[in-house]
């Protein structure tokens, strides 16, 4: 009797080993799997050693930080940041209260389920007046065959835009809040809509750069987190299908007319992400930042020290990526989220390769075109040839992945899905008659100021004139 018991106590000891040992196999297992999901998370990362030291210097208001939450936990925490927003829900907070995570530009696609180019091409609406209490006398002009909604000032609040989360915390913590004005063009920037605003000033014009500067980055880096989750997905499943990207990574493009213009959105975009390190900074700073002062006899008008003040070179052209906690200037195109440039920049890249090869801006989703006015005087034809050049369909494949572009793009009508901001100080009716008439064709239409004229100087001559016949 008690050999049998210690044959079956052995039996069982035997029994709970083996189960142990199966056990332990399997969460070996996972946890290998699970490493090996964040390591394909983690691969996007590619930063240069050198740039490092270069990160650790700070230099005329162009801050750093030393990032040190890891890498991998930042791209977890937008993974899942991302999950939430995906369904567009809204987020509570004690202090603020609801925060909307609703991604628009999602929301700005789902007309592609819908899209018939033929009738896009047809004849416009007739233009209707709209007037906002910070943008009064706005026209606005849309494809007739397109059920659009009229622009209205629905959100008084930064935190209804569905901004990404390290933004929005930004702007909360930020001591300039946003004036009537900025939230105005905010309402009507993101909901992807173009506009012709072309009644700029100096202190409208940073205003303006700070609200279109928010814009991109959050564009910019939903779009990445929303990559990087999908990518994830697709390693447990590879048989999914997600149509996340276009044909190449550049997604933004701002073009300016001076270096200093440049350096400014720069220190912008350093400011709405302060826990960011940015890289090549010291380079930067010596080829874009501000020369030294020079004595002048005469104080200039306020026009004039805003347009020639800092460095006025109009040949450049750099490259922004956004990689986790870094900012990498100086990127090579193909590989940029950002490409801030002058036309004359992007002109000399075509002389530079001897061919029109502009294969970088075929997938671009947001334009601003800041101070056209000053663009318009330098080289007019430059600046037409640029925008023209915009969402045309690739020449080569750059490695691109084709099962992951949107299908719009490889139909050809990107135009149709591109935001195209243009901000001027001077009323240039070509703007609207032939640069977005012919290059500009948002399917949301396009928004434009226009000068109201009370008393036409034609009924102010005075009716002295006779005329005279003559019969011969």
Known sequence: MDNQTEEKCSTLNKRSLAENQLDGKKSAKKSKKDLELKSDIVSEKNIDESDNEDASNSEDGLSTDDGKTSDLEDLLSSDNEDMQEEDGDEVSSEEQGPVTTMDLFAEYLEYEKHLKTDELEKEDSKPQLFSFPNLPNMVYVKPLSV?????????????????????????????????????????????????????????????????????????????????????????????????????TRPTAVVLVP??????????????????????????????????PKRNRMKKKPQDYEETFEGNIDDDFKIGLRFQNKNIKLYSEFYTSDLIIASPLGLERVVGETRS?????????????????????????????????????????????????????????NAKYFRQTVLISSVEQRWFESFLFRNFCKNYKGYLSTVTEVKTPSIDRIPDTVRVVSFYI
């Open 147 to 247: 059920d659009a909604k009229v622009p209205s000032i629905t959100r008084q609040d930064i935190c209804q835009f569905g901004l990404k989360r390290n933004l929005l915390e930004t702007m909360l913590k930020s001591s300039k809040k946003l004036s009537s004005f900025q939230l105005e063009f905010f309402n009507i920037i993101a909901e992807y809509r173009d506009l012709i605003y072309m009644q700029r000033t100096p202190t409208k014009g940073e205003a303006m750069r700070t609200i279109y500067t928010l814009h991109i980055l959050n564009h910019i880096l939903k779009l990445r987190a929303k990559i990087i989750h999908h990518n994830s997905k697709l390693s447990k499943n590879p048989d999914k299908e997600y149509r996340d990207q276009g044909f």
């Open 258 to 291: 001076f270096r200093h213009d440049c350096y400014k959105i720069v220190k912008q975009i350093q400011a709405l992400l302060p826990e960011c390190v940015m890289m090549n900074k010291k380079r930067f700073v010596t080829e874009y930042g501000p020369p």
């Open 356 to 412: 029109r090869e502009l294969d970088f801006l075929s997938s671009v989703e947001i334009l601003i075109i800041d101070r056209a006015d000053v663009l318009y005087q330098q080289n007019l034809k430059n600046l037409m040839d640029t925008v023209k050049a915009f969402n045309q369909l690739p020449k080569e494949s750059h490695g691109c992945n084709f099962f992951r572009v949107r299908m719009y793009a490889l139909d050809g």
